[in-house]
């Protein structure tokens, strides 16, 4: 999101708050996020994919809403709804190529009409046949997650995103040869993917809330979120959507208002001037001394907590501005004492969704399966495939994969380091002046770790990254 | 349609609070704005510099065309230019013998490390005078091709008490046209017309780009980009300490040309034997003046000469043989008659010590070039008597 995406946000939000009805409200919400989704959808080399991307998005939505639709739904208005957000948004935007004044929302020229309407229609067969069909069929709700989750590990996966986009270029009539994995930057998938997984799954163990298709689409596409999150649950979501009412307008907007402006200077003053002195490939090897390095990783780790923190800020007060409040993503995580607090506290969103959804499920299944384990080896295959898990959401590369091994090993010996504790010496835990200094030292360890951790992260390769911790510890 | 029914007192209150608060934020950034209008505190700032205290001092002045890979930037601010520079966190000693060069690329290095410019093989040769004093070079070339660039900045280096002036030209800065047309001319416009009136100098063009000095553009609001940049050149002061890198140095690059093209004009030049009021000659005059008692040699610098395609016709991408050959002659005979110290080094550096450029010199080249200068520094310097 740019100053401009933010500034165009504030006034629409703004304008919807305060200038129309409460119950019409949620419907603006959604023509807003779905316009956003293809005017945040940033520009890619294939041709029409800046379109296509979006209204995948948009697709996948409606198409989940249709699996996990409540079962009372009468048959008229979901017609009606599904075909304003799939027939009239894909219209609405593809139309636009042909109005000069106004073209374009997506970065470059929607394709033509005789390209999208078949899109339209052929979205709209499958949701007849998933709303008519999927009912009762369990087989339904896991398909559509395994075809999340590939879909995920295709655009996460360098070569498999490579070799996506040579298909797709081939299909459009370009060179396979330029195909590379950065090819197909869909805006936000991640995230949406991780909401609509929680809504298939919480609908498989029926706790997932009843929605209406505007209202699931507002949840899954909601224009301050849709970027980077925060990954709000339906259940909480949901309250705010109908309530929005008058009556918190006011203070909504002021602390919606400062939330943004704490959010701005974040991510636009912070982020991007310790940004420029941040480590990175190129200037970890040129730096000519241990302590410069030391100053460039620490500017990396607070460039990523301002710059992930003041977006998630944006976002936030965006919501509140609408009246949703999303949820926290971060609290004070560098000042936490140990790293279980410190995982409690940065991200929380994505930690919770994987606590949720892999974490329970997977220790609760090893203990009930495997009753001979003892308790430490399920903590610790839990936490490692956990965090390995969370490192290879950002991609999959051995990278991401050691950085989440570091975390997953780290969370571990934290976990027995506290038993370990709690069994030698109770009192000192226990005593004020000892908590004060163990959680003193606890927070700079704990700090010195995450940081350390950062350059399995900023490193294209683990090798490089074993050089970098060479050279920071003066070989 | 607004639904304030369930709005109450304490609501009220509250937006009257905020509306309070508001309003007067919103007086406080008006006057903020008018007054740092009025006393446009702008130079003052750029002269508060972390480099020379928190990071040593840049070796030439900064310029950038990829700041993210030469952890350098090119900015408007003179000020805050030479603040970053080495020059303004070293007082000048009496066992200093102060030499600053000024010139375009060739002179800042361009495709060359900071330690491997003409200042730093100057230094690198450890010359001490019969008197004691060591000489010292300073690098203040700047990668553009105007004289009234370098008249700029000499004005300012004069505040840093040289004691010699090393000043290599070459055709291309000549040009009428060329000389207001960079942005860092275009961006000191009162600095340009304090010269001008100062020196008496006609820069022989009217810029329409000139930047009108508003008061728009003095405000906090106007000045937003220029305080930005200042900001950003003290964080690349990172990078400098860290790395020592000014400048991003590709592998490759494509060569000076060798094969050029048949044409035989240069700018806007009717011919052969033109006349010395078709360039800006005056303008050496003029550096002179702001030079004041401060010897300065006037170098017409090296430069590849084609054996190629066309180089009967021409000399290098950049001349005609024609205009280069008539140049020389008014150069030789300016200095003649102003009694200017001149070295004419044009072909002084082999031709394979050139890289992208005509101008643009290997650290062979440019260290060829350094010792071609070293003696008449010395002449010069050994005529000169300490402060």
Redesign the interface.
């Known amino acids: 999101m740019t100053l401009v995406h933010i500034l165009v946000f504030i006034v629409f939000t703004l304008l919807v708050r ?5 119950h019409r409200r949620g419907w603006f919400i959604l023509v807003g996020s779905l316009l956003a989704v293809f005017w945040l959808q940033p520009s890619t080399p294939i041709r029409n994919l800046d379109f296509w991307l979006p209204a995948a998005s948009i697709a996948l939505t409606v198409l989940t809403w249709a699996i996990v639709r409540p079962a009372q739904t009468s048959s008229r208005v979901p017609w009606v709804t599904g075909m304003i957000l799939i027939v009239g948004s894909f219209l609405a935007v593809g139309l636009l190529r042909y109005i000069p004044g106004l073209c374009c929302l997506t970065p470059s020229r929607p394709p033509q009409l005789i390209q999208v309407l078949p899109a339209a229609v052929l979205t709209l067969v499958v949701f007849a046949l998933l709303y008519r069909y999927s009912p009762g069929k369990n087989w339904v709700p896991g398909g559509a997650i395994a075809l999340l989750i590939t879909l995920f590990v295709i655009l996460k996966s360098p070569a498999l995103a490579s070799l996506a986009s040579s298909g797709v270029r081939d299909l459009q009539g370009q060179s396979t040869e330029l195909a590379t994995f950065t090819d197909l930057p869909w805006l936000g998938f991640s995230y949406l993917a991780f909401r609509l997984i929680h809504a298939l799954r919480d609908f498989q163990s029926n706790k997932l809330p009843p929605a209406s298709a505007e209202e699931f689409s507002v949840y899954a596409l909601f224009y301050p979120a849709v970027t980077a999150g925060p990954i709000d649950r339906l259940q909480r979501f949901l309250p705010d959507l109908r309530r929005a ?3 918190e ?3 909504d907007t ?1 602390q919606g208002g400062k939330r943004i402006f704490y959010g701005i200077i974040k991510k636009f003053v912070l982020a991007d ?1 310790l940004a ?2 941040s480590i990175n490939s ?2 970890a090897f ?4 241990t302590a ?2 030391w ?2 990783l620490y ?1 990396y780790a607070f460039r990523l907590f301002f710059d992930f923190s003041g977006y998630t800020d944006i976002a936030i007060g965006l919501g509140r501005l609408a009246g949703i409040r999303l949820p926290e993503n971060f609290d004070q995580p560098y000042l936490k004492p140990n790293l279980t607090a410190f995982w409690n506290s940065w991200h929380m969103t994505l930690a919770q969704w994987f606590r949720a959804y892999f974490f329970n499920p997977l220790t609760r299944s090893l203990r009930s399966r495997y009753r001979a384990f003892p308790a430490w080896s399920i903590i610790l295959i839990g936490q490692l495939s956990t965090m390995i898990l969370i490192g290879l959401w950002h991609g999959i590369t051995w990278s991401f994969f050691a950085w989440g091994a570091w975390h997953g090993s780290g969370l571990f010996i934290h976990n027995r380091w506290v038993e370990w504790r709690r069994s030698r010496a109770p009192a000192v835990v226990d005593s004020p002046s000892g908590s004060k200094i163990s959680g003193f030292m606890g927070g700079l360890v704990t700090f010195h770790f995450v940081l350390l951790g950062w350059v399995w992260f900023a490193m294209p390769d683990p090798e490089i990254a074993l050089d970098v911790f060479s050279k920071l510890f003066g070989r | 349609m607004v639904d304030k029914s369930s709005s109450g007192p304490g609501d009220q209150k509250n937006v009257r609070f905020y509306a309070d608060v508001l309003l007067r934020t919103l007086v406080l950034l008006i006057v903020c704005n008018l007054l740092y209008a009025a006393l446009t505190p702008g130079p003052q700032l750029a002269r508060i510099s972390a480099y020379n205290s928190l990071f040593p001092g840049r070796l030439r002045l900064p310029y950038g065309e990829n700041p993210e890979r030469d952890y350098n930037m090119s900015l408007s601010s003179l000020e805050a230019m030479f603040a970053s520079h080495e020059i303004s966190g070293k007082p000048k000693s009496s066992s200093e013998f102060r030499v600053i060069l000024i010139g375009d690329s060739s002179i800042w290095g361009f495709l060359l490390p900071p330690g491997k410019t003409l200042a730093a093989f100057i230094n690198e040769a450890e010359v001490v005078l019969p008197d004691g004093r060591a000489v010292h070079a300073y690098n203040l070339g700047y990668p553009v091709m105007s004289l009234a660039k370098d008249l700029l900045i000499l004005n300012e280096a004069m505040a840093y008490e040289p004691d010699l002036i090393i000043w290599p030209i070459t055709l291309e800065s000549f040009p009428e046209d060329k000389q207001l047309s960079h942005p860092l001319l275009q961006q000191n416009p009162a600095k340009v017309q304090a010269l001008s009136d100062k020196y008496s100098i006609d820069f022989g063009v009217s810029s329409p780009e000139q930047v009108e000095a508003a008061l728009w553009n003095d405000s906090i609001i106007g000045s937003r980009r220029s305080l930005a940049d200042l900001l950003r050149l003290q964080l690349y002061g990172v990078m400098w300490a860290a790395t020592g890198i000014d400048h991003a140095i590709p592998g490759s690059y494509t060569p000076r040309q060798e094969d050029l093209p048949a044409d035989t004009t240069f700018h806007d030049l009717p011919g052969p034997n033109f006349a010395k009021n078709d360039l800006a000659f005056d303008l050496l005059s003029a550096g002179q003046r702001i030079a004041g008692q401060v010897p300065v040699i006037l170098v017409n610098e090296p430069m590849f000469i084609s054996q190629g395609m066309n180089s009967h016709i021409r000399y290098n991408f950049f001349y005609p043989r024609w205009a280069f050959d008539d140049y020389r002659r008014h150069l030789d005979s300016l200095s003649r008659e102003n009694g200017w110290n001149y070295l004419d080094l044009w072909d002084a550096v082999e031709n394979h010590q050139f890289t992208n450029s005509a101008i643009h010199m290997t650290p062979e080249g440019t260290r060829q070039f350094a010792y071609s200068l070293i003696e008449s520094i010395v002449e010069i310097a050994s005529s000169t008597k300490p402060d």
């Open positions: 305060w200038l129309w009805p409460p009412g008058q009556s307008a006011v203070e002021i001037s420029l002195i190129q200037n040129q730096a000519n001394s410069w390095m100053v460039m500017a």
